[in-house]
């Protein structure tokens, strides 16, 4: 990676201080799911990743939670007594009403165990839901609480999910579980936010990727399995555009905050991090990002006019289209699906995407964390905040002089809704990114044949015994469901550790 910008402001701004990460062992090796499927590995490896981790049946997205917490506590020798907001940030909760609460429960079981005390009775346990952005969403508020009315406190948020897919779609191959933990607090130790110059975005898309509680009841959803599952309502195509669309969205709001002109977008940037269910998805979305920006900037005019000539494209008509305001869900309902509204735009995105310049950007300002992250799957919540820390581990290991550089992190989330944060890392990163444990949490993975992948997935008997997960598990459900108690559906925990 090249580092072109060199910064020496010392930041108030509050932030991340540490990081852990939990993924389940069961692992899928995606030349080997090509294998099964028929797929062609050179595009799966290219597009998606290496593989992607699935729960076994003794986990859920509270399991991982929990564990992915307890390694941030471990690694950062924090007093829970100092934990004043326990957030997670998830769309695979399985309780409606309790959320981080019981995460809260498994981590005071599990310090309790110990001999270490309880996390604070005062901690605020908030869980936060928009699709891919939850995570977000919690960090941002674990931000605004750690500037506003901490104190001495500290926060902690989790992004945690599953991500499954029917077998058979076109988003199987993008499958994983795990959770991120972060460690937040008035003075970080890792990179810091500035809040007044992030960027919000949101506007209504429909049937993009939906996860409606009626669906469970009709017998148009997928029910060819034996397990309680997540399968979302999705249309990628679409999904696609909406995901470039808001993004860009975002990063035009912070700009604005930011009080940026309308020159080179990244000229101020050391590295862009964005959410990613698939590993092509944020170059693909860059592209449309920097083509974008060059429609807008009147000193671009000449490049960009050369390049949609290039891209046989009408300049005129590809402005008008990055230039024009248009609601994506109006233009499904009015044209149907395979309406594109910025046809010729995204050509000359496409055509730019191919080229060079794309390449140099990507290898300058986003390879940080790339390729570790390539063997994690989908993380949903999880994504953004696993590319981050993988970014970390990966600049210290590399050497790369990483106090006080800037950094773009862009979250999503499908429904639809962006932010596009402005992040300084801080002087003491490299000794909190040294405790991040990155490839330890990947170790002791459980490679899986295809009828144990198969039989996990639907909810079969597994033909391969797989090992009790870290940390905690599912021991029991309740079923009593009695005027005098009820319990049913009730997950209970335990802790071995």
Not at 37 to 44: C, E, L, S, Y
Not at 163 to 185: F, H, K, N, P
Not at 288 to 297: A, E, F, I, K, P
Not at 444 to 472: M, S
Request: glycine share 10%; charged share 20%; net charge negative.
């Amino acid at each position: 990676m090249t580092i072109t910008t060199t910064t020496s402001s010392t930041s108030a701004n509050p932030g991340v201080s540490g990081m852990a990460l939990y993924v389940p062992a069961p692992r899928v090796s995606l030349d080997q799911w090509c294998g099964w499927t028929g797929a062609a590995p050179d595009k799966v490896r290219a597009v998606v990743g290496r593989s992607f981790r699935m729960c076994s049946p003794a986990e859920n997205v509270y399991t991982m939670a929990a564990a992915a917490a307890l390694r941030l506590i471990d690694a950062y020798d924090v007093d829970p007594r100092r934990i004043g907001m326990l957030a997670l940030g998830t769309e695979s909760s399985t309780d409606n009403a309790a959320g981080a609460v019981i995460v809260k429960g498994m981590l005071d079981r599990a310090l309790q165990a110990r001999g270490r005390p309880s996390i604070a009775r005062s901690c605020e346990v908030p869980e936060l839901k928009h699709a891919c952005l939850g995570g977000i969403y919690a960090l941002k508020g674990a931000l605004r609480y750690a500037a506003c009315d901490a104190g001495d406190r500290l926060a902690i948020v989790i992004a945690a999910d599953v991500a499954e897919y029917a077998r058979g779609s076109s988003g199987e191959q993008t499958q994983g579980a795990g959770a991120v933990a972060m460690l937040v607090e008035r003075d970080p130790a890792l990179f810091s936010v500035d809040l007044a110059r992030t960027g919000s975005a949101a506007a209504y898309r429909g049937a993009d990727f939906r996860k409606p509680v009626a669906r469970h009841f009709m017998p148009e959803y997928e029910a060819g399995t034996g397990r309680l599952h997540d399968f979302p309502v999705f249309n990628g195509k679409y999904s696609t555009l909406c995901y470039i669309d808001e993004i860009i969205a975002a990063i035009d709001d912070h700009r604005a905050r930011a009080g940026a002109g309308s020159g080179d977008l990244f000229a101020e940037v050391d590295a862009v991090l964005m959410h990613r269910p698939y590993h092509y998805l944020p170059i693909q979305a860059m592209a449309h990002v920097l083509v974008w920006s060059m429609g807008r900037d009147p000193a671009s005019a000449e490049r960009f006019d050369a390049l949609c000539r290039e891209a046989g494209v009408d300049p005129a008509i590809a402005r008008a289209q990055i230039g024009a305001p248009v609601s994506l869900f109006d233009a499904v309902e009015a044209g149907g699906p395979d309406v594109e509204p910025f046809r010729e735009a995204q050509a000359v995105a496409r055509h730019f995407g191919r080229g060079p310049e794309l390449q140099r950007f990507v290898a300058a300002r986003m390879s940080l964390g790339s390729e570790r992250v390539k063997a994690l799957g989908n993380l949903y919540t999880g994504s953004l905040p696993a590319w981050l820390a993988a970014a970390f581990v990966d600049a210290r290991e590399r050497g790369v002089p990483f106090a006080g550089r800037r950094l773009l992190a862009v979250g999503y989330g499908s429904g639809d809704a962006a932010e596009a944060w402005p992040l300084e890392v801080r002087p003491g990163w490299a000794e909190a990114a040294a405790k991040i444990g990155f490839d330890a949490a990947l170790e002791g993975a459980v490679d899986l044949d295809r009828a144990t992948y198969e039989a996990l997935h639907d909810g079969a008997p597994l033909p391969q015994e797989l090992p009790a997960p870290w940390g905690f598990s599912i021991a029991d459900v309740g079923r009593r469901y009695a005027p005098q108690w009820q319990d049913v559906g009730i997950e209970v925990y335990r802790f071995a550790g």
